[in-house]
Structures are given as structure tokens and as C-alpha cells.
């Protein structure tokens, strides 16, 4: 026991220095995806070395290999959206999008990006809406520090709509697969608590944003992008249009896949891929006389431009989570939380900060492995306000969800940076939405402290 919990002490310790230098990769200047695959290596590898030989396979066959499951359907889900993005950006299909926004007033315009994205991360998912949006943006705001404000914001407005549907976040996908949660409650019961946690730091983020956007400044987006790495490409409207609306459609189609079939959300998102592959490759055939033009159009070409590093970095974060998990650690946080505490409310919340810095996932399999339904049956304020916390915590930083390390690796968001300017417009959202929560609970007579 003694020599276990000093190999669990190393493994936190080396998940905090890795965690330190994914923090300060820009001092550093060692990419973020580096130190999490040390971190996801060197856990497991203490941990192995701490249990006798002869257990070494039942825990690689049973617990690594049940990880990796788990780990590849996130990696293929988030390595299938990325790339339908890159199809609709390569085409130029957001245009079709940013035409239609008139206006140059940039408080204006955030409220729009953010709803936006808090309807339709709910509709899709946090982490494929955030992709969405941010190729929108950057289309839209040049200038760097500007870009990367509403890409902040996006984060939030990504989190905060995900939570409310079942769809939306992968924990609250969790908790309605599990049967702590149905979809007919969580929505109204969530909705106005993310509405919340969106709104209010809002009122603070506008008044950060002065002036107009000078028109220019759109196609100066475009000119940049291209200038940085994307063949310039032709497309004729028809071919923008179409591609964007069978992107769009292949993104929509995955929730609707999964409720209907059951089956794992990545493989909706390799069927989509599948289906705009296919649709993209018929459709460019055409331009056999263009070989080079059809190259740079067709996905074989899309997929090497697409951020695998940010892929990598997930890989190696969830996998040093996993041991992490394995080791028992995460549980043991749990149940201390709960003897201490004593009170599921103070808990979540504790629960929602801290999947700001280790994965929310894990965090609610803890929580749904340490409480039983016969204790907080279906639909009961214990996974509701769970779902919420777990949901929208992680926005307080930038790793502490799935869509902030897909908009970190888009836009190269600086870890500090995102901690000075929008955690605590992230954090006051989050007991925004709380308060709210426990506002309703009130009136329904259901706060037991």
C-alpha cells in the first residue's frame, strides 16, 4: 500500500509538471501536445510498475484498452468534424455565412456569434459548433487580439449551450446514456441556467469591444488566410453552396444518428465524412483538365492541413487522465469531496472548477460511479445541477474543455493570455448560471442543505 501510494503521488506529480508546461508552452516554446503524450506515457508506466507482474495484462486488456475506446471515439469524433471544417473553409462555403452579417458594430456582433453558438452547440455539440465558429470569425476580425477575445467568448457560449441538451457536452451525453438524466427534463430544467451563464458575462465583455469593423477588414481575413498555407482555389458559387450545405447537413445528421441508432457519436461523424468525401470527390471530377485545382479541392489534400497536433494533445491529456482514474485518484477526490462537504450542490460545484483542470469526463464517471440511483434516481437535482457544473465549468480555462483546446489549437490561444482575459468573465457566467439553478430549485422546494 505504502509503495502504491508513493507511485500515485509520483503520477500526480509528474500530471502537475505536465500540466505546468502545457500551461506555459509559449515561454516554454514546446508545443502543447508534447508534455501530454510524456504525461500520458509516464502515468500509465507507474502506475503498471506499481501492481505485481502477473495483474499486468488483465489491467492493459481491461483497463488501458477500455480507455482507448473511450479516448478514440472522442479523437475520431473531433478528427471527423475538423476535417468536414476544412472541406466547407476550403471551399469558401463560410462566406455564405459572413455575407449575411451586416453589421459593423463589434458588440453587435458578438452577441450574434455568441447566440449562435449557444443554439447551435446544443443542436450539434460544443466542440463541433466551436470549430464552426471560430473558422467563422477569423474570417471576419484580422487583427489578432481582437480575434482571439471572440474566440474566448465562443468558448464560453459553446460550453454554457452544450450543457442544456442532451446532445450537446459529452457529460451530459454521459449522464443521458446512463439513465441519470432524460431529455425531456434537462432541457427545461437547464436552459435558462446556461442562458445565464452566458448573458451575464456578456453585459461585462461588450464593454470591452469599442468601434466599428472597417469592411475591409473581412476580405483581408480571407487574404490572410490563404496567405497561410490554403491554396487559393476557385470554386464556382454552386460548388461553394453545395459543399457547405452537405457540411452542414453531415454535422446536423450525427445527433440525429446517434438518437436513432444508439451507436457512439464518431461513427456519425465518419458516416458524414464518408458521405462529404464521396459528394466532393464526384463533384470535382469534372476538373480533370484542372488537375491541380481538383488536387487542392480533394480531402486527400484538406487532411494534411488539418491540426493533428491538437489531436495529439488530446490523446496524450485524456490518456494521463485515464491512469489517473485507474489509479483510483479521481474517486478518491470524489468521496473526500462528499464526506467532507456533505453537500451534493457545494460538491458540483467543486467538481465543475476542477474539470477546468482535469478532464470533465472522468470526473463524471467518478460521480455517477460513487452515487447510486437508488440514492438520486432519474431526473433527480443531483445529476441536473452535475450536468450544468461539469458542462460549463471548464470554461474558466483554456484546457478545460473540449472546445477550448479545439479553438487553443485553431488559434494558437495563449494559455496565460485566456487566463488574464476570459476566465473570470467565464467564472462569473458559471455562478451566474448557479445562482439561477438554485433559484428554481427554491421555487420547486427541492434545495436540501
Known sequence: MEF????????????????LAIALEHNIKIDKAAPALIIGGLCWTLYILSVPASERDHIVEHELLHHLSEIAQILFFLLGAMTIVEIIDTHSGFKIITRHIKTNNKQVLLWIITLVTFFLSALLDNLATTIVMVSIIRKIISEKEERLFY???????????????????????MLWIGGQITAS????????PSLACLLVPMFFAVRKLKGKIDPNKIAAGFAQRNESGHPVVHVSPFERRFV????????????????????????GMTLSLGIVWASTEFLHSRRLSLYKQRSALSVVSILQRVDVPSVLFFLGILTAVAS???????????????????????????????????????????????????????????????????GTGGSTLIIGSAAGVAAMGMENVNFMWYLKKIAGLALIGYFAGIIVFMLQELALGNISF
Open 4 to 19: 502504491l501510494f508513493s507511485v500515485e503521488s509520483a503520477a500526480i506529480i509528474v500530471f502537475v509538471v505536465g500540466y
Open 151 to 173: 474566440v474566448g467568448m465562443i468558448v464560453i457560449s459553446a460550453n454554457a449551450g452544450g450543457a442544456w441538451s442532451p446532445i450537446g457536452d459529452v457529460t451530459t451525453t
Open 185 to 192: 427534463n434537462i432541457i427545461p430544467t437547464l436552459i435558462l
Open 244 to 267: 457547405f450545405g452537405i457540411g452542414v447537413l453531415g454535422l446536423i445528421f450525427v445527433p440525429i444518428f446517434k438518437t436513432v441508432t444508439h451507436l457512439p457519436p464518431y461513427m
Open 324 to 390: 489517473l482514474q485507474s489509479m483510483g485518484t479521481l474517486a478518491k477526490l470524489a468521496d473526500f469531496l462528499d464526506n467532507t462537504i456533505n453537500n451534493f450542490y457545494v460538491v458540483n460545484i467543486f467538481l465543475g472548477l476542477f474539470s477546468a483542470i482535469v478532464d470533465n469526463v472522468p470526473l463524471v464517471a467518478a460521480a455517477m460511479g460513487m452515487y447510486s440511483l437508488d440514492v438520486y434516481p432519474v431526473d433527480h437535482s443531483m445529476w441536473e445541477f452535475l450536468a450544468y457544473c461539469a
